[in-house]
């Protein structure tokens, strides 16, 4: 039999399965503010995973990822933890902003402090009551500021169980990306707990594609580590491209912008990815790719000011078989992938 876990005040006995609300902070209303936690306690050991998102209060296909998650009858029969925070920043998902009232990002306040501002307060409850009881975590993000994210891994591909985990998830693409100093990864890391990063959809909407294709993601981690069992049949992992690098192409004057690539595109170099235009239409420039890559990232608002982040280029191992991967990721999650029987 497994050990019991205690989160915050509350213990969590083997083969239980409870939500604890842990408190943060008071509003100057006198109201409480609390960060809820669904704990799933398996009654054999194993590893403990925790999954959360909005982090970043705006971002929420991570909260209806894990809403889904929780539905699935798999995982009645886990062997270790599952610890699903879907919202992380209560604050700013109640107001529908990225930050915390005192304006920082939660993103980059880790490991926070027990002194500091609110944001650094967060953080430390946050790594104190979740990340240290763990040993694996999955951290669901999305694009922000109007601007739209293909379903990819951010993980350091130089540590080989992290690589692991991210090949396993089988997201389109898996950047090997650096550690940013105050992130979640980076205070997993220096930890040992090997913690992803998802990105897909935009900020304030649902993207069904990327809704499943994360959900499709954390159960095959999941059954990676052990925490499920593996399946014996079924449709193999997506194997996904590699980037080692990404570069952002950025608006040569401000105008109006007209785009003529798509999420998930493969672009030559020289190509033109959109037209910026004065509003009479006199003054037009083309935006070229500086190189070729994967459009992974792109801004949706078609009004831009010199300078601005227009696509998001991952410059890929391969090319061969993005079709593919695309193809995957419209049709939608065939839920007898996931060993369930209904449809959620």
């Known amino acids: 039999m497994a050990e019991a876990i205690r989160i915050g005040e509350v213990t969590i006995q083997p083969g239980e399965r409870l939500t604890v609300d842990l408190p943060t902070a008071h509003l100057y209303t006198h109201t409480e503010m609390t960060m809820p936690v669904h704990v799933i306690h398996g009654k054999k050991p194993g590893p403990r995973l925790f999954v959360c998102a ?19 009858k798999l995982l009645e029969h886990l062997h270790g933890t599952l610890l699903a925070i879907p919202i992380v920043n209560v604050f700013g998902f109640v107001s529908r902003t990225r ?12 490991p926070g402090s027990l002194k500091g501002s609110l944001t650094a307060r967060l953080a430390r409850l946050f790594m104190d009551e979740i990340v240290g009881k763990c040993s ?3 951290d669901l993000h999305s694009g922000a500021n109007h601007r739209i994210n293909l379903p990819q891994i951010r993980a ?10 991210a090949r396993a998830f089988g997201a389109p693409v898996i950047i090997d ?24 959809g935009e900020a ?10 994360g959900l499709r993601g954390i159960v095959n981690v999941m059954r990676e580590i052990g925490l499920l069992h593996r399946r ?12 080692r690098s990404t570069v952002w192409v950025r608006a040569p004057k401000s105008g109006i912008l007209v785009s003529s690539v798509v999420l998930g595109a ?56 993005i079709d593919a991967i695309l193809e995957a990721l419209e049709s939608g999650l065939d839920m007898e992938e996931l060993g369930e029987d209904r449809i959620i």
């Open 54 to 72: 909005a982090l970043h209060g705006d971002e929420i296909n991570g909260v209806e990822i894990i809403r889904r998650l929780l539905q699935l």
């Open 99 to 110: 930050y915390l009232p005192d304006r920082r990002d939660l993103n980059r306040s880790f």
């Open 136 to 138: 694996h975590g999955i």
């Open 156 to 165: 350091g591909l130089d540590d080989p169980e992290t690589e692991r985990l």
């Open 177 to 200: 990306a650096r550690l940013r100093d105050g992130s979640l990864r980076m205070a997993g890391a220096e930890k040992g707990i090997p913690t992803l990063v998802y990105e897909g």
């Open 204 to 213: 304030l909407r649902f993207r069904e594609g990327a809704i499943t294709a």
């Open 232 to 243: 014996t049949k079924g449709k193999p992992t997506t194997e996904s491209l590699v980037a």
């Open 266 to 321: 493969h672009i030559k170099k020289g190509e033109v990815l959109a037209t910026v235009a004065d509003p009479f239409g006199e003054q037009e420039v083309k935006v070229r790719a500086p190189l070729p890559g994967i459009v992974i990232g792109r801004l949706n608002l078609p009004l831009v000011h010199s300078g601005d982040a227009l696509f998001h280029l991952a410059v890929v191992d391969r090319t061969a078989g």
